[in-house]
C-alpha cells in the first residue's frame, strides 16, 4: 500500500516525507524494485477491472446462464517449479498442501538465478498431468546451484563451449550413448543445462575430485571401505566435505552469465576426439564396481 501523508501549514498541504528530508532527520530513497512492481500489478488490474465494469454497464444482455471457470488471485512473487528432465517437462509441478513450501514467495525478484528444490517422495496425479511433491527441502540460493549439483551426480556429462570454445556454455547430462548404435540410452531423461554462471576447467576438476573421493567411501575391492580403519574413513569423509563446501561456496563468487542454450540440444558426441581430455581413473585395477565416472574435460581456446 503506498500513502502520501500531508499536513497543514500556514503555506499550504506540506508533504511530511519532505518535510522530514528538509529538517535533516531522513534521506530521499528510490523507490524499491519490488514497491514498483507491486505497484504496476496493482495499476494495472484497477484499470482492467474499471474497463470491465464499464462494459458491462453498457451491455443489454440478460444475466450470463452457463459458469466459467476463474482462477486467481495470484502474485508475481509467487515461485513455481518445473522439472529439469524432458519426460516430464510438459507436466505441471505441485506441492503437497501441508508442505512449508506449497507456497513460496521470491524474496529476490531482481535475481534472476535458478533455485532448487528437491522432494523425497514422487508422484503422479490421476490423469498423470501433475507431478506431486512431498517431503521438499528448498535448497540454499546459491548461484549454479542446479547445475553444479546436476553435474556432480550424473552419470555421464558433455560439456558445452560457445562457438569460439573460450568458455564453457552448458553441459548434456544423463546415461550417455550405446557403443555400438551411437543413439542416447535415454532421451528422456537427459537433462540439457545452460549454465547463468561462468564455470571454468578448474570447477571441473574439483568435481571430478569430488566424484573420485565419494567413490572411495562407495566402492568395493582393495581400496574398498571394508579394508580401511576408522581414522581413514573419518579422514576420507572430511576430505569430500572440505572439496564439496569449496566447490558451493568459492571465493570470489562465481561471475554470472547470461544462459546461451545450445543449438543441437540433447544431442551426443557433439565435441571432437582431438578437443578432449580424458581423465584416467586412479586405481582402477584395485577398486571394483565405481559408482562415479571422471569427467572428460573439453578444451577450451586461451588467449
Known amino acids: 500500500m503506498r500513502v502520501d501523508l500531508h499536513v497543514s501549514t500556514e503555506t499550504g498541504d506540506v508533504s511530511v516525507a519532505d518535510l522530514l528530508v528538509q529538517e535533516g ?4 530513497a528510490p523507490e524499491s524494485f519490488e514497491s514498483q512492481q507491486s505497484h504496476d500489478v496493482l495499476r494495472k488490474r484497477k484499470q482492467l477491472i474499471n474497463s470491465l465494469l464499464l462494459s458491462f454497464s453498457k451491455t443489454t444482455y440478460s444475466a450470463p446462464k452457463s459458469r466459467v471457470p476463474v482462477h486467481g488471485p495470484s502474485s508475481p512473487h509467487k515461485v513455481t517449479f518445473y522439472n529439469m528432465s524432458g519426460a516430464t517437462q510438459c507436466r505441471s509441478v505441485a506441492i503437497e498442501r ?7 514467495v521470491n524474496d529476490r525478484p531482481q535475481d534472476k538465478h535458478e533455485r532448487m528444490l528437491v522432494a523425497g517422495s514422487v508422484s503422479l496425479n490421476a490423469s498423470g498431468s501433475c507431478i506431486l511433491l512431498k517431503e521438499t527441502t528448498l535448497m540454499p540460493h546459491i548461484h549454479g546451484l542446479p547445475s553444479l549439483i546436476t553435474m556432480l551426480f550424473t552419470p555421464i556429462m558433455e560439456l558445452r563451449t560457445d562457438e569460439e570454445r573460450t568458455c564453457f556454455s552448458g553441459a548434456l547430462c544423463g546415461l550417455g550413448t550405446n557403443s555400438n548404435s551411437q543413439e542416447a540410452v535415454l532421451p528422456e531423461h537427459d537433462i540439457e543445462l545452460a549454465f547463468d554462471v561462468k564455470f571454468d576447467v578448474e570447477d571441473i576438476t574439483e568435481i571430478n575430485a569430488l566424484r573420485e573421493a565419494m567413490n572411495r567411501l562407495a566402492c568395493d575391492g582393495l581400496n574398498g571401505i571394508r579394508y580401511l580403519g576408522p581414522e581413514r574413513i573419518s579422514s576420507l569423509q572430511d576430505d569430500a566435505r572440505d572439496r564439496l563446501i ?11 552469465r547470461t544462459p546461451v542454450y545450445y543449438v543441437k540440444p540433447k544431442r551426443w558426441n557433439q565435441v571432437d576426439p582431438s578437443q578432449q581430455m580424458e581423465v ?11 559408482l562415479f565416472q571422471l569427467h572428460p574435460v573439453t578444451l577450451l581456446n586461451i588467449y
Open 98 to 104: 501441508d508442505s512449508i513450501n506449497s507456497v513460496l
Open 246 to 256: 569449496r566447490l558451493f561456496c568459492k571465493t570470489p563468487s562465481r561471475e554470472d
Open 25 to 28: 532527520h531522513a534521506h530521499s
Open 280 to 290: 584416467v581413473q586412479k586405481d582402477n585395477d584395485r577398486t571394483k564396481g565405481v
